[in-house]
């Protein structure tokens, strides 16, 4: 379980994924964790976090996509934020794409997963990590 840190900000690496799928699994390289192999459209990534109480968050994802442009879907308390991960110079060259605010109800337990949005057109992308800016 991942709690805000002491900026209130969340910070979704990937050692505390929970992993779902055959291929999905955390790698490093080049002195830092990301989830890597995601060649399958079924896999799929999970964090369990503990909100303090209600809040609304801004949700930034740090990837990279070396072969092609793919879409992906975060979903969190209800909200499904969808976004297309560009193409990157390749694995390592990680960009942070912002893809909105999630308000959270309140104080407890949330999961919050990311998947590919279409499986026939799901290409591989890294995910070096997810952050949670609390706005309000």
């Known amino acids: 379980t991942v709690r805000p840190g002491a900026d209130r900000a969340v910070l ?11 291929q999905l699994r955390v790698e490093e390289a080049h002195g830092h964790e990301y989830l890597a192999a995601w060649d399958k459209p079924s896999d799929w990534a999970a964090w369990t976090i503990k909100f303090p109480a209600r809040a609304t968050y801004e949700v930034n994802v740090t990837y ?6 793919t879409e992906f879907v975060v979903e969190l308390a209800g ?31 949330l999961e919050l997963t990311v ?6 057109k799901w290409s591989a992308m890294n995910i070096r ?3 949670l800016t609390k706005v309000k």
């Open 115 to 120: 998947r590919p949005a279409n499986a026939a």
């Open 79 to 109: 909200r499904k934020l969808t976004a297309t991960a560009h193409k990157t110079a390749d694995w390592y060259a990680y960009t942070t794409l912002k893809l909105g605010r999630v308000e959270i109800a309140g104080a407890g337990n």
């Open 64 to 69: 990279s996509a070396a072969y092609r442009d």
């Open 12 to 22: 979704l690496e990937p050692a505390t994924a929970h992993l779902h799928g055959s």
């Open 129 to 131: 990590s997810i952050k």
